[in-house]
């Protein structure tokens, strides 16, 4: 088997181990690249059927092109679509300016955990992966929350032979991550071979492109004239350039990850 | 990076502080792997917590282990060298994350060992040796670091080397190369240190690219462990990984347990690329077959020729991880595939010390980070295959409470006495209820019956009935009683001239045996486990004796044969 088939086959064995053990299931869909992989591979999965819901969780403040090709995108494909936001903290005027990490805390990290008390999930689906930053690296396929969305990053429970973790107290969930092991190069390889439909944010326009997707204000695009996937594999193969460079939210502390993400955060 | 590259998953382990993550960030730094800015935000780290630069800093991306100097738990890092890519494991040493070291080797095809030079072999060296035996790791280098420490000495690397060596030869693991090296430096890394011109194999960075992935998945016999069964629309389609051998459109295949043969009608697939006639070992696929029976998860598809073992008692090795002791007659879950099985350890064989490989027959738990040998029993019939014969099919963890706590890897079915397949299926049959003796019937309130008594007495009542010269049927019938009273049983040797003389004077002929055998039964009913010596008997009587008890409850033992305390412990059952 080959590389990219060997990582396809094993998010497949993932969403399907997810399907199957969890009563209450959801997909977080960013609409980047990595959460369209995912989708695709869910297709794959279920031979066409995506039998969980996607959910969105929207901030506002994302890039307004990610807001039109998701709605024209959740149409085309027919897809059940939960949409969320954090109303309470963006009635008070949670912006940005507040601090960047504050924001994604409320807007990201607590409006998710309130979809996921709302719909009641048992199982989130996340498109992270192992390579993307250190906070990542150390996570597991099937990883715990607890009831306020916590993780409990020094003590995890073992998970090897593809044993996940499916046990866990009522009003727990678990993280299902069926892309940790990808990176960032497999991902366009595989978007290239499959010919996956993707958002042209990703392509160079007037010399810049963006990398990673996030909130137009904590969202910076990278120089480049990559108009193409081929282009732009070549370019990260050249680089040394992290992929998480342009959000600005990494940057705010040499821990920032590791904090937002110990709290809930994608 | 093309699609044709290989990846290599490798491992780092060793004791704490002998120098893997400084190994791993020194491969990074030295196959430019590192992003830019990597190293700039270490150093800046460093600074500010007053401290010199450690490599170790890149993985340890966590707060928590900077400030307590140790690896938390497993990264997982890519490097690349011209041959192929590698995905690098950081496995900590620390005792109390021997869990992540596992999770981290599990997943790995090779690994690294490394010891630190001038500290010598320490027992989470030897711990973690046993661990790449345990998970099956067959391709292991040794690296002996600090040799700066040491004045790059060969005296020294050699003695280490021997006996390490040494160590792992016992545990069957054998080392394609021993390579001295100072990770901190970079010597013997990514070539070869002049510091130390008397050592002349490969370093590092070569001695990876000579590591082989493991082929051959395919041409194993065929097992797809049914994960689930899909009916989105008209079609019925079976889910699931081939964990190993391959499979065609119009194979015929078998279903175990249940044993239901039917043929392969379509390979299913989403777009048309992934349309195939045939699939591999490593697939995760979904199939429809001609005869649509009940199918469900924890299914095994095999070839009709070539199935999987069953059994609800089986052998095996396993390191535990839990936060409790595992215990003797405790109830687990048992995760093997995709089947998921209450059991219980049936027996203890011996917690192996796994650094000095000392063993301990008598011990009644299994500690945190120990390994053990012990035997499984399961309340259902479970599929599987010796983890020497197939790796992924003979493997499981073990569930207690919300937690995996163990792994283990089987090593064979579990038989006592000379008639494996009858011994097996008597245990399977471990559950029925038993029919009570006949006594007065009971005027009010519900008769107390065997069961119940059993469960009292946390055993399964049984008819040992020795078998052989008079001599051993005595010696072994008062030192069964003594061992099965060690194992906190009731046992009672029952002596035929005891019986003989005082009840049976006036039994002619061999009539004696069939009063014997009554006697024994009353007493089983109470729930005991009897012992009869009866002496030299003729194979027709000792058959009518097998009739009277009943063929469950009577066991046929060869006085003369060499008994294990295994036996004993399946031979005393606990009815649940
Ligand atoms: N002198 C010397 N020190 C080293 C070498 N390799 C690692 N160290 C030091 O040994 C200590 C432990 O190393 P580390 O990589 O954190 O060990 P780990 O616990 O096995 O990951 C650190 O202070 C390293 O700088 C080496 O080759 N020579």
Redesign the interface.
Known sequence: MEHLDRLEAQSIFILREAYKKFGKLGMLWSIGKDSTVLLWLANKAFFGHCPFPLIHVDTTYKIPDMIAYRDRLAAEMGLELIVHRNETGLAEGMGPERGRLTCCKALKTEALQEVVLKYQFEGLILGIRRDEEGSRSKERVFSERTKDAEWDYTNQPPEFWDQFKTDFPKGNHIRVHPLLHWNELDIWAYIKRENIPLIDLYFAKDGKRYRSLGCWPCTKPIASNATTIDAIIKELENTSVSERAGRMQDQEDAYAMQKLRKDGYM | ???????LKIVVVGHVDHGKSTLIGRLLYDT?S?????IA?VK??CKEKGKSFEYAYLLD????EQKQGIT???????FFTQQR?Y?IIDAPGHKEFL??M??GA??AEAALLIIDAHEGIQEQSKRHGYILSLLGIKQVDVLVNKMDLIDYSQAKFDQIKAEFNNFLSTLNVHPQQYIPVSAFLGENITTNSAKMAWYTGEPVLRALDMLHKERGLAEKPLRLPI??V?K??D?R?I?G?LETGCLSVGDKILISPGGKTTTVKTI????D??KQAAV?????V?ITVTDEFFNQ?GEYISRVANPPLQAKLFKASLVW?GKHDLLQNQKY?L?LTTQEVECEIYAIEKVVDAASLDSNANVQRVKINDVAEVIIKTKQVVCFDDFSDNQ?TG???L?D?????G?GIITGLYTAAKTPAAENTEFADAHKPVAPIARLAATAGKPLVRLEREQRLRQKGRVIWLTGSEEAQFNRAVSLERELFDLEKQAYYLDRQTILDQFLRESTGDDWIAKLADIAKILLDTGLIVILASGTVERDQLEKARAIIGKHDFLEIDAEAAGEVGELTQLTDVAV
């Open positions: 990076m093309t699609d044709k590259r290989d990846t430019e590192l992003p830019e800015g990597a935000k800046r780290i991306a966590f707060e928590e938390i738990d497993t990264t997982q890092i890519q890519d995905v869990k992540n596992i999770s599990a997943n994960q689930d899909y989105f629309d079609r389609i889910a990984r299913e697939a989403w777009v690329r992934d591999e070992a490593g697939q995760s979904g998860r991880l879950k995760k992924s493997r499981f963890v569930v409470g919300y937690d995996v706590s792994g």
